[in-house]
T-cell receptor, first 112, second 115 residues
Framework: DVKVTQSSRYLVKRTGEKVFLECVQD?????MFWYRQDPGLGLRLIYF???????EKGDIPEGYSVSREKKERFSLILESASTNQTSMYLC???????????FGDGTRLSIL | AQSVTQPDIHITVSEGASLELRCNYS??????LFWYVQSPGQGLQLLLK??????LVQGIKGFEAEFKRSQSSFNLRKPSVHWSDAAEYFC?????????????FGTGTQLKVEL
């Protein structure tokens, strides 16, 4: 079974802090994704990566950046956290184009 | 760009009753279609997918979905719901030409099961 592991289930940070969310997958998947999930809005794509050191903006990249130095790890960075970034963040990976995505359990991030 | 509509925000059914969750999409061609389920505190799990071929797709946990091109729909069904099916369900589409692996999700349908 594919395992996508997010480093924290719950995280509380302060406004202005630099926040790192980590995601690791164990199935040698090419593609990795970061989404945020908010009630009534579903999942919205922040960034995705289709190879090491490659990244593309999703639908809501403002205020975020990403890093993929190794194939199995994809990090989401909040450069200067703001309260409107309080949300559930989900990481996913997939083997290739049009293949189903496998999700981690999510990180619930609160910015105070 | 593709879009997905799940018109029902909440649905309540009795255990043992049948279930149908609606999903409509907007896309110029036939997209790739997915249903995911999210249990409380968990990530999303793939229930089933449609790429091509038979328009009735079988998935895990006894779920099935039917692709209807004329109605731009991909509704999820289950003949007899179990209490453990209570969860949030998401329909998603991906472009079949270009666009890579970019999924677009609906806003979800919360299913409550009454015992």
């Amino acid at each position: 079974d594919v395992k996508v592991t997010q480093s924290s289930r719950y995280l509380v940070k302060r406004t202005g802090e630099k926040v790192f969310l980590e995601c690791v997958q164990d199935m040698d998947h090419e593609n990795m994704f970061w989404y945020r999930q908010d009630p009534g809005l579903g999942l919205r794509l922040i960034y995705f990566s289709y190879d090491v050191k490659m990244k593309e903006k999703g639908d809501i990249p403002e205020g975020y950046s990403v890093s993929r130095e190794k194939k199995e790890r994809f990090s989401l960075i909040l450069e200067s956290a703001s309260t409107n970034q309080t949300s559930m963040y989900l990481c996913a990976s997939s083997l290739g184009v049009w293949q189903p995505q496998h999700f981690g359990d999510g990180t619930r991030l609160s910015i105070l | 760009a593709q879009s997905v509509t799940q018109p029902d925000i909440h649905i309540t059914v009795s255990e043992g009753a049948s279930l149908e969750l609606r999903c409509n999409y907007s896309y110029g061609a036939t997209p790739y279609l997915f249903w995911y389920v999210q249990s409380p505190g968990q990530g999303l799990q793939l229930l089933l997918k449609y790429f091509s071929g038979d328009t009735l797709v079988q998935g895990i946990k006894g779920f099935e979905a039917e692709f209807k091109r004329s109605q731009s729909s991909f509704n999820l069904r289950k003949p007899s719901v179990h209490w453990s099916d209570a969860a949030e369900y998401f329909c998603a589409v991906a472009p079949s030409t270009g666009g890579g692996n970019k999924l677009t999700f609906g806003t979800g349908t919360q299913l409550k099961v009454e015992l």
